[in-house]
């Protein structure tokens, strides 16, 4: 937990990007009926039936210092999607960053390890070298950035609305990005390393001080 409040504490570096990862997976859920659309002094309605159309997968990457953030989405969210991501990252909106400051949840699927299984091992060792990174501990999900970015998107974009395929999804959150990149939103995290031992004192370790040895007793 200290380790990640620390990397949020480094001033902007454009040579060393702070970036945050996460994914959320969508269910697409197709119409029955074709919904009635609004109109004077009468709202929109839906029937309440649906066909399920499956699931789709959302990586998000965030940048806070610079109030960027880009969503691929992806049929599943497997180690060798996870790997396909981190490449964009690094050769399509990092290239000339000398090393990408990367949070991220300690999933099985997030480990250099699944570079090797995407790709050759010149490739995948030459992104491997341009990450440092940083892994949220266990049930601190919440430490992640991006989760806060993918919460703003449930409100803003996806809410309980039904989407029926990848398509429609991805120009959907598509929009929300270029808007919200648009306004330059960023996160004011205000969470510290002083305040997690002082609200999270029960976390810690409790330190018995041994009593101290006198050589030369009375």
């Not at 839906?46 to 210092?65: C, H, K, M």
């Not at 400051?101 to 490739?123: G, I, R, S």
């Not at 601190?140 to 449930?154: F, H, P, R, T, Y």
Request: glycine content about 6%; proline content about 7%.
């Amino acid at each position: 937990m200290e380790d990640v409040l620390s990397v949020y504490t480094r001033p902007y570096d454009e040579r060393f990007p702070q970036v945050c990862l996460d994914e959320k997976s969508k269910q697409l859920l197709g119409e029955v009926r074709e919904p009635l659309r609004a109109g004077p002094g009468r709202p929109a309605r839906r029937d309440y039936e649906y066909e399920r159309e499956g699931t789709a997968n959302l990586f998000i990457v965030s940048e806070p210092l610079r109030g960027w953030r880009h969503i691929s989405v992806t049929e599943r969210r497997t180690k060798i999607d996870w790997a396909r991501c981190v490449k964009e990252l690094a050769d399509v909106h990092y290239p000339h960053a000398e090393r990408i400051v990367l949070v991220m949840d300690n999933l099985n699927t997030h480990t250099p390890a699944a570079l090797y299984e995407a790709f050759a091992p010149e490739e995948a060792e030459r992104i491997a070298r341009k990450l440092e990174i940083h892994y949220t501990p266990k049930h601190g999900s919440w430490l992640n950035m991006a989760e806060i970015e993918l919460s703003v998107l449930g409100r803003q974009c996806l809410g309980d609305r039904r989407i029926p395929d990848r398509g429609t999804l991805a120009g959907e959150v598509g929009a929300w990005e270029a808007e919200r990149n648009a306004a330059e939103s960023s996160i004011d995290w205000r969470f510290t390393t002083g305040d997690a031992r002082i609200k999270l004192k029960h976390l810690y370790p409790e330190i018995v001080e041994e009593p101290s040895y006198d050589p030369n007793p009375s």
